[in-house]
């Protein structure tokens, strides 16, 4: 649908080329800046380097980043089951529509019983060897969208081949910010590696890049490509419910279920450092309950991610507004902390080079670009919502049959 509104696969894709390479670029900074502070959190980078202040509202739009995130993974959830009960129960899902199949009831037990337990623990490195299950699953659904591509299907609805105006390519930079912002986990993350420097997580970087660039456009475009302006905002809504789509349904779920936890522990941790902050507590008074305070927070968290996924129409509702607030962590926060580095290392006394100064040209031009990019597609975004937003269902779903 994002390639829809952007005008089409050419114009969508161009823009997406072009944002990776800042994407990209902003990765390298905050993890380099993490090494010159040592720190082990996105908030933390930033406290260290743009001070306090910096850091508290670095924190706050994390947590709501993150929470919004958890939501989305819920929401999907719901999606999936919707298509498992069609295809394993159609009568009785369509025709009594029991209690135990509806979409509250199935998100609220799946989710207490596969990622509730997961979201108490300190660390989030126990979940590398789950998470490997999910990237085959993203790319079984890469193939199995890339197959029934070239597999006889019905005509697609329209398919657009220029944006209708100007404005329309920038209606697709939310989702691929969303997509690609995992500036917020990426600290965390590089934390926990045992060989802990640029060179060495830079073959990490370049190997999740390829897989996402491959996993996100191949799938976009050829999912826009067979269904035109009629595709879902979760692509395999879109798919007849066979045995393929199943498989595909099951190896998402678990995906999203091992996905959560990441985001929940970092929202829970720029939770903490803005509860540190704003009590002024000293590292020695945070480790005082610090089992009871992560035990309630992480509590209070998934139920209130569970509750407002459960009224969510879409995915789309939320990806929009959360690519907005994502640019800021891409381009405004990086921008920030390449800016004081720099502005540092010349006030100390360092010799004026033609690299520092084009590294402070690029800062600059980072936070402009960001705060550009917030407005405007927070602006979209509003807008898009308050026109109103329809349920995201399958296309083979029991209201559809009935209107058949």
């Not at 089409?8 to 823009?15: I, M």
Request: charged share 10%; net charge positive; proline share 3%.
């Amino acid at each position: 649908m994002a390639y829809h509104r952007a005008g089409g696969v050419l114009s969508a894709v161009l823009v997406q080329s072009m944002l990776l390479v800042v994407i990209v670029t902003s990765i390298l900074i905050l993890v380099h800046c993490s090494d010159i502070k040592n720190c082990n959190t996105y908030q933390d980078v930033v406290s260290a380097i743009c001070g306090p202040v910096a850091q508290l509202a670095c924190a706050v739009m994390i947590v709501m980043v993150s929470f919004g995130t958890c939501v989305t993974f819920l929401v999907i959830i719901g999606d999936q089951w919707e298509m498992f009960f069609y295809q394993v129960a159609k009568s009785l899902y369509c025709e009594s529509s029991p209690f135990y199949m509806s979409r509250a009831f199935v998100i609220s037990v799946s989710s207490v019983v596969f990622i509730l337990p997961l979201c108490f623990c300190r660390s989030i490195d126990f979940l590398k060897y789950a998470s490997v299950l999910g990237v085959f699953g993203i790319l079984y659904i890469v193939c199995l969208v890339t197959i029934k591509y070239f597999l006889p299907h019905k005509e697609p609805g329209s398919v657009l081949l220029s944006p209708k105006s100007w404005v329309d390519v920038f209606l697709i930079i939310p989702e691929i910010c969303f997509a690609y912002q995992f500036h917020i986990s990426v600290i965390p993350i590089y934390s926990c590696m045992n060989q802990r420097n640029i060179k060495e997580f830079s073959k990490t970087l370049t190997l999740a890049m390829v897989v996402c660039v491959i996993t996100y456009t191949g799938t976009a475009a050829l999912g826009y490509l067979q269904f035109g302006e009629n595709i879902t905002n979760d692509i395999l809504l879109s798919f007849q419910p066979d045995a393929a789509v199943m498989v595909a349904i099951v190896l998402l779920a678990i995906k999203t279920c091992t996905t959560y936890p990441v985001s929940c522990y970092c929202g829970k941790a720029a939770f903490d450092c803005f509860w540190r902050t704003v009590w002024r507590m000293s590292a020695a008074e945070s480790l005082v309950k610090e089992n009871t305070r992560r035990i309630i927070l992480t509590l209070s968290w998934f139920t209130a991610s569970l509750l407002i996924s459960v009224f969510i129409p879409n995915i789309g509702v939320i990806i929009h507004l959360l690519g907005a607030f994502s640019a800021v962590f891409i381009f405004i926060f990086p921008g920030m902390c390449l800016l004081k580095t720099v502005q540092n290392k010349l006030e100390s006394g360092e010799k004026q080079t033609k690299k520092k100064h084009f590294l402070k040209a690029l800062s600059i031009m980072y936070i402009i670009i960001g705060t550009f990019i917030f407005g405007l597609t927070l602006a979209q975004s509003i807008l898009q919502n308050l026109q109103g937003a329809e349920p995201d269902s399958a296309k083979f779903t029991c209201n559809v049959i009935t209107t058949l």
